[in-house]
């Protein structure tokens, strides 16, 4: 133990001394920003080099630009930064710093004059140029250099202003501390790149040991950027800041071509790191060289290896920062990756709170425990009652104090007898009244008035109970949408889970069989609801996503897994992307037949087969009341309803609930429609039933027909109604067969139809559900000599256990792993 002790002395003397050095590194930062950008150092040395850069000998454009692109950003930073051109200018020439005074000093007065202008972007360019040519004139003219080729130069100098201050204005933003940009478009880089070579330019003449600065900076930034971008990137800066530099020094012509290159081969060699890059400049200056004389190739192996020295000293902190705005790098996408995550989250946050917004609304809606009325409510009503009763009869008598003071229990109780009969429906029983005759004196006016309350008694507590079915309804569509947005905002935050053994065994499966994966996204491997994403290569596409790759994964998460979607890239060894998830355990094939009262050509009948998202299929038949067009309307609209709704995710009772409350209140006319709703659960063939006013249904399983029936009124005729759900369970080759009310009441000379229609069923030997519908539909019609006296509808469909087209793919070397 004491042996150990100075070990964790020494381990946490390390940790302090690093939180230190971090401590101080932060600071040192922090200190070189604010000196750099707050107090506008760093636009004083590029003011310094641009004031000095010259192209074409005489041509200066880069000065009163970047003067007027400050001007435009930053205006309290403008008078610092003419000061910094000017001695920038003065250690060049004096004819050079004497040209810059003039033109500075004209923009800035015509830039003052106008100031208050909206169209700034527009106007600040065209001072530059007018400011650069009338200052280049003034010159030439004093000099009588006035010829056909300064009138040349003049014009060059100009137009190079004007664009380099347009180029400037959306290179300036990006080295300020506060940018809110995520990405940089390939133009932003490009003028960030002409604006660095533009200030290189600036350091033409100065030279250390022989190796000048400016070929060692624009190497280093040739280095920094296909290290970061890559090939396309690295050979972009070398191409620019090459012709900007061979512009400012003939003698730097050739360098271009070292730049480009060693940008093209460094970035084409960033996956070797610092040195793969580094090795790319060194192949390049090599090449390049060899056309010189060996006098030049030493100078510019000089500057190489200073470049790449620099180019090891920065940190990795700013090459990965650089990263993170350049489209293409793996930084930016993990950048990337980290804001759409921060959205999701942000996203799924809001759906869920407007989620307990609406369980919260729910809860507050649910009267469920207002249904069940205690023995004090039912005392209260019938006290209420009896008042009511009492003010326009007893309120008058004279014999008021001695039934309700001296006789007040045997009263009451007669009255409430006489109340309970009457609320049953029933007379009042002869024995109470004689006993009520013989205890009141004006018993005849006291029934007449009950037999009137009573009236509007019922019709009060209906009006309650209405209240308080339309409450419950409300509170159950809030809580199916509080459940579907709870829902939402889980599949809102689906993260890419960490299945590590399977995802090696997938990994290793898809090696095995030569099919290239680039990226596998496992987000989740539950029984029933496996979903998978993955990148893969093909150099030519035949169906290897569900002929190869769904059975392999089906073989090793023991599920029959399929593709769910796919998109296949046109070209060879393309980048395609393949989702799979699992296969529903049963398939539905559905036939349907009809035909319009009197061979028309509007039934008044409409069917629908809905796919829902849960696994679900749904099938619907809605028989609007009579025939025609406006029996179409009614059922079509119904059935357009449930499909919205239950789209949603709503659970299908509260949908139906819904529907009936919406045709109800809809419109005053008698507009009714019957609703036959079967849900298959596609994972067991479990079917619910919905029948809303609808005829039975039947199953058919080998010989044996089951009824499936339920008595409800039709939608929309009354606002509350209860909506009972018949469940049964399916077998795989089961069919399901609905119809409307045209089918089922339609043979004629039939007594008992149910059995007629299990015998018809059993006599049909197809299984095909669009050939069932047809016979049963023409053997309908043919019961009635060929007459069709109303809407006949008849819906079919055929549950099969779900069999794979391919078969799974065995991984043998799976439990090796």
Same mark, same amino acid.
């Given at each position: 133990?004491?042996?150990?002790?100075?070990?964790?002395?020494?381990?946490?003397?390390?940790?302090?001394?690093?939180?230190?050095?971090?401590?101080?590194?932060?600071?040192?930062?922090?200190?070189?920003?604010?000196?750099?950008?707050?107090?506008?150092?760093?636009?004083?040395?590029?003011?310094?080099?641009?004031?000095?850069?010259?192209?074409?000998?005489?041509?200066?454009?880069?000065?009163?630009?970047?003067?007027?692109?400050?001007?435009?950003?930053?205006?309290?930073?403008?008078?610092?930064?003419?000061?910094?051109?000017?001695?920038?200018?003065?250690?060049?020439?004096?004819?050079?710093?004497?040209?810059?005074?003039?033109?500075?000093?004209?923009?800035?007065?015509?830039?003052?004059?106008?100031?208050?202008?909206?169209?700034?972007?527009?106007?600040?360019?065209?001072?530059?140029?007018?400011?650069?040519?009338?200052?280049?004139?003034?010159?030439?003219?004093?000099?009588?250099?006035?010829?056909?080729?300064?009138?040349?130069?003049?014009?060059?100098?100009?137009?190079?202003?004007?664009?380099?201050?347009?180029?400037?204005?959306?290179?300036?933003?990006?080295?300020?501390?506060?940018?809110?940009?995520?990405?940089?478009?390939?133009?932003?880089i490009v003028c960030m790149i002409i604006l660095i070579a533009s200030i290189l330019t600036g350091t033409i003449g100065w030279e250390i040991y022989g190796a000048s600065i400016e070929q060692v900076f624009s190497r280093y930034f040739v280095l920094l950027?296909?290290?970061?971008?890559?090939?396309?990137?690295?050979?972009?800066?070398?191409?620019?800041?090459?012709?900007?530099?061979?512009?400012?020094?003939?003698?730097?012509?050739?360098?271009?071509?070292?730049?480009?290159?060693?940008?093209?081969?460094?970035?084409?060699?960033?996956?070797?790191?610092?040195?793969?890059?580094?090795?790319?400049?060194?192949?390049?200056?090599?090449?390049?060289?060899?056309?010189?004389?060996?006098?030049?190739?030493?100078?510019?192996?000089?500057?190489?290896?200073?470049?790449?020295?620099?180019?090891?000293?920065?940190?990795?902190?700013?090459?990965?920062?650089?990263?993170?705005?350049?489209?293409?790098?793996?930084?930016?996408? +993990?950048?990337?990756?980290?804001?759409?995550?921060?959205?999701?989250?942000?996203?799924?946050?809001?759906?869920?709170?407007?989620?307990?917004?609406?369980?919260?609304?729910?809860?507050?809606?649910?009267?469920?425990?207002?249904?069940?009325?205690?023995?004090?409510?039912?005392?209260?009503?019938?006290?209420?009652?009896?008042?009511?009763?009492?003010?326009?009869?007893?309120?008058?008598?004279?014999?008021?104090?001695?039934?309700?003071?001296?006789?007040?229990?045997?009263?009451?109780?007669?009255?409430?007898?006489?109340?309970?009969?009457?609320?049953?429906?029933?007379?009042?029983?002869?024995?109470?009244?004689?006993?009520?005759?013989? +205890?009141?004196?004006?018993?005849?006016?006291?029934?007449?008035?009950?037999?009137?309350?009573?009236?509007?008694?019922?019709?009060?507590?209906?009006?309650?109970?209405?209240?308080?079915?339309?409450?419950?309804?409300?509170?159950?569509?809030?809580?199916?949408?509080?459940?579907?947005?709870?829902?939402?905002?889980?599949?809102?935050?689906?993260?890419?889970?960490?299945?590590?053994?399977?995802?090696?065994?997938?990994?290793?499966?898809?090696?095995?069989?030569?099919?290239?994966?680039?990226?596998?996204?496992?987000?989740?491997?539950?029984?029933?609801?496996?979903?998978?994403?993955?990148?893969?290569?093909?150099?030519?596409?035949?169906?290897?996503?569900?002929?190869?790759?769904?059975?392999?994964?089906?073989?090793?998460?023991?599920?029959?897994?399929?593709?769910?979607?796919?998109?296949?890239?046109?070209?060879?060894?393309?980048?395609?992307?393949?989702?799979?998830?699992?296969?529903?355990?049963?398939?539905?094939?559905?036939?349907?037949?009809?035909?319009?009262?009197?061979?028309?050509?509007?039934?008044?009948?409409?069917?629908?087969?809905?796919?829902?998202?849960?696994?679900?299929?749904?099938?619907?038949?809605?028989?609007?009341?009579?025939?025609?067009?406006?029996?179409?309307?009614?059922?079509?609209?119904?059935?357009?309803?449930?499909?919205?709704?239950?789209?949603?995710?709503?659970?299908?009772?509260?949908?139906?609930?819904?529907?009936?409350?919406?045709?109800?209140?809809?419109?005053?006319?008698?507009?009714?429609?019957?609703?036959?709703?079967?849900?298959?659960?596609? +994972?067991?063939?479990?079917?619910?039933?919905?029948?809303?006013?609808?005829?039975?249904?039947?199953?058919?399983?080998?010989?044996?027909?089951?009824?499936?029936?339920?008595?409800?009124?039709?939608?929309?005729?009354?606002?509350?109604?209860?909506?009972?759900?018949?469940?049964?369970?399916?077998?795989?080759?089961?069919?399901?067969?609905?119809?409307?009310?045209?089918?089922?009441?339609?043979?004629?000379?039939?007594?008992?139809?149910?059995?007629?229609?299990?015998?018809?069923?059993?006599?049909?030997?197809?299984?095909?559900?669009?050939?069932?519908?047809?016979?049963?539909?023409?053997?309908?019609?043919?019961?009635?000599?060929?007459?069709?006296?109303?809407?006949?509808?008849?819906?079919?469909?055929?549950?099969?256990?779900?069999?794979?087209?391919?078969?799974?793919?065995?991984?043998?070397?799976?439990?090796?792993?």
């Amino acid at each position: 133990m004491m042996s150990s002790i100075p070990k964790i002395e020494s381990s946490g003397f390390g940790l302090d001394k690093n939180k230190r050095i971090g401590k101080f590194r932060k600071r040192l930062l922090l200190k070189c920003k604010s000196q750099l950008f707050e107090k506008g150092w760093l636009f004083f040395l590029v003011g310094f080099l641009l004031g000095r850069a010259v192209i074409l000998t005489e041509v200066s454009p880069f000065a009163v630009a970047f003067l007027a692109t400050i001007w435009f950003v930053d205006r309290t930073k403008a008078l610092p930064t003419m000061l910094a051109i000017l001695v920038g200018s003065v250690s060049y020439s004096f004819t050079h710093s004497l040209f810059l005074i003039m033109a500075m000093t004209v923009f800035i007065f015509l830039a003052a004059i106008f100031k208050n202008k909206k169209s700034q972007q527009i106007l600040v360019p065209l001072f530059v140029f007018l400011s650069t040519i009338l200052s280049r004139v003034f010159l030439y003219s004093f000099q009588n250099q006035l010829t056909s080729y300064e009138w040349v130069l003049l014009a060059i100098e100009g137009v190079l202003g004007t664009v380099l201050v347009l180029i400037f204005m959306q290179s300036i933003p990006l080295i300020s501390p506060k940018r809110y940009k995520s990405t940089l478009k390939n133009e932003e880089i490009v003028c960030m790149i002409i604006l660095i070579a533009s200030i290189l330019t600036g350091t033409i003449g100065w030279e250390i040991y022989g190796a000048s600065i400016e070929q060692v900076f624009s190497r280093y930034f040739v280095l920094l950027f296909a290290f970061v971008g890559g090939a396309a990137i690295g050979s972009t800066v070398g191409v620019v800041a090459g012709l900007i530099l061979s512009l400012a020094s003939v003698a730097n012509l050739y360098q271009m071509s070292l730049l480009a290159f060693s940008g093209l081969l460094g970035g084409l060699l960033k996956e070797g790191k610092k040195i793969g890059v580094s090795i790319g400049l060194l192949v390049g200056t090599f090449l390049i060289g060899i056309y010189g004389s060996s006098s030049e190739l030493i100078p510019s192996l000089i500057e190489s290896l200073i470049a790449i020295t620099l180019f090891f000293l920065t940190p990795a902190s700013w090459s990965n920062r650089i990263s993170r705005y350049i489209p293409g790098t793996e930084e930016y996408t +993990h950048e990337q990756e980290r804001y759409l995550q921060k959205v999701r989250n942000v996203t799924a946050k809001r759906v869920e709170q407007f989620s307990g917004v609406f369980h919260a609304l729910a809860k507050s809606f649910d009267t469920t425990e207002l249904y069940a009325v205690d023995e004090a409510e039912k005392r209260r009503e019938t006290d209420y009652f009896l008042s009511q009763v009492t003010e326009r009869t007893c309120q008058s008598c004279f014999m008021k104090d001695r039934c309700w003071q001296k006789e007040f229990d045997s009263t009451y109780s007669l009255m409430e007898e006489m109340k309970d009969d009457m609320e049953d429906g029933n007379a009042p029983n002869h024995k109470v009244i004689r006993e009520f005759e013989n +205890h009141c004196v004006k018993s005849k006016k006291v029934i007449d008035v009950m037999r009137e309350e009573i009236t509007l008694f019922e019709a009060n507590r209906k009006l309650r109970q209405q209240v308080l079915e339309s409450k419950r309804l409300v509170a159950d569509q809030l809580q199916g949408v509080s459940e579907v947005m709870g829902d939402f905002a889980k599949e809102i935050l689906k993260e890419r889970q960490n299945n590590e053994i399977q995802e090696e065994q997938m990994i290793q499966g898809l090696k095995a069989m030569g099919i290239e994966l680039e990226k596998l996204d496992i987000y989740s491997l539950e029984k029933g609801n496996v979903d998978i994403e993955m990148k893969v290569s093909f150099y030519n596409y035949h169906g290897e996503g569900p002929k190869l790759i769904a059975p392999v994964l089906s073989d090793i998460l023991n599920e029959m897994v399929v593709v769910k979607q796919e998109d296949i890239s046109p070209f060879p060894n393309g980048t395609s992307y393949l989702a799979f998830g699992s296969a529903r355990e049963f398939v539905v094939t559905t036939g349907a037949a009809n035909a319009a009262k009197g061979g028309g050509f509007i039934s008044g009948d409409s069917y629908t087969t809905i796919e829902l998202g849960a696994g679900k299929y749904a099938m619907a038949i809605s028989d609007g009341m009579g025939n025609g067009k406006r029996a179409r309307e009614e059922s079509v609209e119904t059935l357009r309803l449930l499909q919205q709704i239950l789209q949603t995710g709503i659970p299908e009772k509260v949908a139906i609930k819904s529907i009936n409350s919406i045709l109800s209140l809809r419109t005053t006319d008698e507009m009714f429609a019957t609703l036959d709703l079967a849900v298959i659960d596609l +994972h067991n063939a479990f079917v619910q039933f919905l029948k809303i006013g609808s005829t039975p249904s039947f199953i058919k399983r080998g010989e044996d027909v089951i009824k499936i029936e339920a008595s409800n009124l039709p939608i929309g005729i009354i606002q509350d109604f209860d909506v009972d759900i018949v469940s049964e369970q399916l077998m795989s080759e089961d069919l399901l067969i609905m119809m409307s009310d045209g089918i089922f009441d339609g043979p004629m000379h039939v007594e008992n139809t149910d059995m007629w229609m299990k015998r018809k069923l059993r006599e049909i030997a197809t299984d095909d559900p669009q050939e069932i519908a047809d016979l049963l539909l023409e053997e309908v019609i043919r019961t009635k000599s060929g007459t069709i006296d109303d809407d006949m509808t008849v819906l079919v469909a055929k549950v099969n256990k779900n069999k794979p087209k391919w078969a799974s793919v065995p991984m043998y070397n799976t439990k090796a792993l």
